[in-house]
Nanobody
Framework: QVHLVESGGGLVQPGGSLRLSCAAS????????MGWFRQAPGNEREVVAAITRSGDSTYEAPSVKGRFTISRDNDKNLVYLQMNSLKPEDTAVYFC????????????????????WGQGTQVTVSS
């Protein structure tokens, strides 16, 4: 397992942008697929985006596709979530997750496929 710490959350107006970062330590970062999940009050935790070990392939949920981009830097043990054109419905706690489930080119999209989680960072989209 790896230790994950998210940063970059905050309050932003609708239409604005934020970039979340997730720093990993205590493991071999490049052995893990990475994902971003979010959870709003009263809702289930849902996948936002995920990326393969190498970073060659990504997945973005339909609700964020075209607005959010996931990327990673294996030299710096960092994964990012660039969020543009933010909407009030994007308001949630965002979590970074790491997992070695599946093969090298597999993109995990379910929470159970990840075994390390960060503490979360709050994103609030409001005018």
């Amino acid at each position: 397992q790896v230790h994950l710490v998210e940063s970059g959350g905050g309050l932003v107006q609708p239409g604005g942008s934020l970039r979340l970062s997730c720093a990993a330590s205590g493991g071999t970062f490049s052995n893990n697929a990475m994902g971003w999940f979010r959870q709003a009050p009263g809702n289930e935790r849902e996948v936002v985006a995920a990326i393969t070990r190498s970073g060659d392939s990504t997945y973005e949920a339909p609700s964020v596709k075209g607005r959010f981009t996931i990327s990673r830097d294996n030299d710096k043990n960092l994964v990012y979530l660039q969020m543009n054109s933010l909407k009030p419905e994007d308001t949630a706690v965002y979590f970074c997750a790491a997992g070695d489930y599946g093969g090298y080119y597999y993109i995990p999209k379910e929470a159970y496929e990840y075994d390390s989680w960060g503490q979360g960072t709050q994103v609030t989209v409001s005018s």
